[in-house]
């Protein structure tokens, strides 16, 4: 296979890397921090793809600007689902789980009767090739492997640096010890939840950048996200970054070198395997 | 009867219990004491086996049991206690005790289900021996209130009811005297030395000194995860590394 | 009281369909059995300490082996469906035993992943599965001769129904007789003390796994029921968002007793069928519920009751206080 195409192929890998890597973080921010399955965390994906689609379809705004808007819109959501829904019911997952499949069929919805079914779709303004090494490759998904690069590194500094990043550390390691030192925890869960919201939300404006979106279209992101999740390790936060890394090539490289087919069994008979001998994945611990 | 030797248990860079060896004979009465955080518990732990040791093993009436799962461990006659959650908390005090009847005897469990004469009778043997354990721990008049609803004192006596319905030949108490008062404690004494007369053998974890005295033949002491002495309570009494390991950590000395 | 009220409703649903004024209901009631014995399967899972998002994945198994074994092996349905319920808890037992040995919130996440699985199974593996697009034309169960006088070879609904209520209260009797047996109380010490159950000489992990197994063995059953009864099947028929409804019948029933399921999937699936408002706004209706249920009535509907005599007794002992 020649180089253009393999090149290709990689960077598409990566680009779907990036956005993989963007939602599992999010969810395994919100599961490992505060205890919960956030299983509405792909209609929040679905509402930063649509918040990005009207800053930049219905507003006329700028890629960017629709980027940072429905972030900070998506996280502040994510702040306030946080402080009304899960906070009364901090320490019993059972129900904060029942209240998030409550929030799965509201969000739909509402979305739904506001947008309606079908698909939409906006441009990225990063259309047509660059020329990288000689070889041409897309722009729009060179943009997309930087960004998500760049969000990653400061992910990484926000924990290694700050108090709170810290503090999020600790507890996603190990909650009942991190708990009694008296770490301020309403601040931290308010915190995961914003970050892990708005990596969502980053992810569905990068991949309405590329395909379309609908209503619908977060249970693909949840069903993703565990994926990367149970691969790279259940309450991993590197893990989340190198199980992402590892689907996102698996689907956006074998797809080229097989046929489809094959490519999409590949990817899920991998992870049966780690299901069936090492449910907790590669880098994590039993939970 | 119980052969520990070198027994250790590391986390990450803490070595929580170290080589340390323990020799229990059958039917004695055996006093575990240590400042707090000397590893106790975790040495429990070890042997009951909630946790995998590091490095040692443990030998059970001639069998290796080191690592074993804990269940696999109960049905061999280790039976411990716990500090924490000791209870059922929405069982009532009586079906504590007849869920824990479950080893012996042994209730087929297709048989439950399809309520077979057999396992019927077998119930009615278990609810038996279940009231007739109550009785031996005075809590008989509290069968019917649910657990969580105890005073302290009675939770602490109903683990070692649920304990004692395993049929245990060898009895792990992890702190049972922990937050009780004088009259509880010299009750819940007296139910300890009833089933060692009873010929069950007791290992005792426990921070009061008096009644650890008292009632153990023997004692030892661990500190940061090692055994620091062995003896008679007035061997231990008089040793100076134990004095010194009490008062070092800010402890009461016996 | 139960007992008798239980026969009462049994007689009700015997002479059901002989009120009803058309197919379509007898659909609705149908359905209705189907997911009531969804519901209270789930909750035996449930009660020891599990929560299970795989009974989606289950009952696909289930659709697809009995239309398969039928279809492609020649077999009588009357064999195929107890078989494709074996097939699914044989899956449920190997997968079983991994899973459950993963923390609370973990265990869910590999089981709304297991469904997933299965689901893209499904859709992949084209040559025996026929692809997204599923298998059509499954045919109906074999025709089957009651005391020698009866004729059944459904080909109207009104047969499919009893044939649902004869798999729901056996089903419903089984799931009973487990929840009252000692099996029944062994999990729900383990869901209450998982270590002091193992400190007592039981294995929690083999426990879990037993109410995992015979927990799935009811989708696989009905979900051959179920395609049998539409006469086909697709990788997406039994999706997350089917999983989550049953979770939520069951919910809003209440987990607590073993009747709780049964009354949240009847409520749950007949009221949006009769009320065609309720229908339109079904998913915000459920929704609402839902939370409703979580922050005020937490035991459920079948709580209901309890509650009120609590807040009775309360009030009568500040009354007499007073």
């Given amino acids: 296979m020649e180089t253009t195409a393999l090149a290709q192929s990689v960077l598409n890998g990566l680009a779907l890397s990036g956005i993989y890597i963007l939602i599992a973080l999010g969810l395994t921010l919100v599961m490992s921090i505060m205890g919960i399955v956030q299983v509405a965390h792909g209609e929040i994906y679905m509402i930063g793809a649509y918040s990005v689609y009207y800053v930049v379809a219905v507003l006329g705004g700028n890629f960017f600007l629709g980027i940072v808007v429905s972030t900070l819109f998506v996280g502040g959501l994510g702040v306030l689902l946080e402080r009304l829904c899960f906070r009364p019911f901090r320490g019993r997952a059972d129900r904060a789980f029942t209240i998030s499949i409550a929030l799965i069929l509201i969000l739909q919805n509402v979305v739904l009767a506001l947008a309606g079914g079908n698909p939409r779709s906006f441009s990225s303004p990063f259309s047509g090739v660059v020329h990288l090494l000689g070889v041409a490759i897309s722009w729009k998904r060179l943009v997309i492997v930087l960004v998500g690069l760049g969000l990653l590194v400061g992910l990484f500094l926000f924990i290694k640096l700050t108090r709170t990043g810290q503090a999020m550390l600790a507890i996603s390691q190990e909650r009942e010890g991190a708990a009694l030192q008296g770490m301020n925890i309403d601040r931290v869960s308010a915190t995961a939840m914003f970050l892990g919201c708005g990596l969502a939300a980053v992810a569905g404006g990068f991949i309405g950048s590329l395909f379309s979106i609908s209503p619908t279209m977060g249970s693909f992101a949840l069903m993703k996200g565990i994926a990367v999740i149970i691969l790279g390790g259940l309450g991993s936060i590197p893990g989340a970054v190198v199980g992402g890394l590892i689907l996102g090539l698996v689907d956006g490289v074998l797809p080229a070198l097989t046929t489809t087919h094959i490519a999409g069994l590949v990817g899920f008979a991998a992870i049966i395997m780690i299901l069936i001998f090492r449910p907790q994945g590669i880098g994590g611990h039993e939970g | ?163 004692l319905a395993a049929e245990p030949k060898l009895l792990l108490l992890d702190e049972p005297l922990g937050g009780m008062n004088a009259v509880e404690v010299s009750e819940t004494m007296a139910l300890i030395d009833r089933l060692w007369r009873n010929g069950i053998t007791i290992l005792l974890i426990e921070h009061n000194m008096r009644a650890t005295m008292n009632l153990c033949q023997r004692i030892v002491v661990l500190n940061f995860g090692r055994k620091i002495a062995e003896g008679t309570p007035d061997e231990i009494k008089a040793n100076p590394d134990v004095i010194r390991a009490y008062l070092g950590a800010g402890g009461h000395a016996a | 009281m139960i007992p008798s009220l239980a026969g009462i409703v049994t007689i009700c649903l015997c002479v059901l369909p002989l009120l009803l004024s ?164 062994v999990l729900r010490g383990v869901q209450q003390a998982d270590s002091l159950a193992e400190s007592v000489g039981i294995d929690t992990t083999g426990f879990k796994v037993l109410a995992f197994t015979v927990g799935s063995f009811f989708p696989g059953v009905l979900g051959a029921f179920y395609s049998h009864y539409i006469s086909a099947v697709n990788p997406d028929a039994f999706s997350f968002l089917f999983t989550i409804y049953i979770l939520i019948y069951m919910t809003v029933g209440g987990e607590k007793g073993f009747f709780g399921p049964v009354l949240g999937a009847a409520v749950l699936t007949i009221l949006p069928e009769v009320s065609r408002p309720l229908k339109a706004f079904e998913p915000f209706v459920f929704a609402a519920v839902l939370i409703a249920v979580i922050f005020f009535v937490p035991e459920g509907m079948a709580g209901i009751p309890q509650m009120v005599r609590r807040v009775k007794t309360a009030h009568e002992k500040g009354a007499a206080d007073a």
């Fill in chain 2, 1 to 163: 009867m119980l052969e520990i030797e070198g027994l250790s248990k590391y986390f990450g860079g803490l070595e929580a219990v170290s080589s340390v060896d323990v020799s229990v004979r059958a039917g004695e009465k055996l006093g575990l004491i240590g400042p707090n955080g000397a590893g106790k518990t975790t040495f429990f732990n070890l042997v009951s086996g909630t946790l995998k040791p590091t490095r040692g093993k443990v030998t059970f009436e001639g069998r290796d049991i080191t690592g074993k799962s804990p269940h696999y461990i109960a049905g061999k006659g280790i039976v411990r206690t716990f500090q924490g959650i000791n209870i059922f908390p929405d069982f009532t005090v009586l079906e504590n005790v007849v869920l824990s009847c479950h080893l012996k005897p042994g209730v087929g469990l297709l048989e439950t289900v399809l309520k077979t004469s057999g396992s019927r009778r077998k119930e009615k043997a278990i609810l038996e021996r279940s009231r007739q354990i109550l009785e031996l721990a005075a809590l008989d008049r509290l069968a019917n209130v649910a657990a969580k609803n105890l005073a302290h004192g009675h939770k602490r006596i109903l683990g070692i009811a649920i304990a």
């Fill in chain 3, 22 to 185: 058309g197919p379509y209901y007898v659909h609705v009631f149908i359905l209705t059995m189907v997911n009531i014995v969804l519901a209270s399967s789930l909750r035996l899972i449930n009660l020891s300490g599990q929560m299970s998002l795989a009974h989606g994945g289950m009952m696909t198994i289930g659709a697809y082996t009995s239309a398969l074994l039928v279809m492609k092996a020649g077999l009588s349905f009357w064999v195929a469906m107890p078989i494709s319920g074996l097939c699914t808890a044989l899956i449920a037992y190997v997968v079983g035993y991994p899973f459950v040995r993963l923390k609370g919130i973990y265990f869910s996440i590999v089981t709304i992943f297991f469904s997933e699985v299965v689901v893209l199974t499904a859709q992949q593996w084209q040559s025996l599965t026929g692809g997204a697009a599923g298998i059509f034309g499954i045919p109906r169960p074999n025709p089957v001769s009651l005391f020698g006088i009866l004729h059944v070879d459904f080909s109207s609904k009104v047969e499919f129904y009893y044939l649902a209520l004869a798999l729901m209260l056996i089903s419903l009797i089984i799931l009973y007789a487990v929840e009252k047996s000692r099996i029944g109380m």
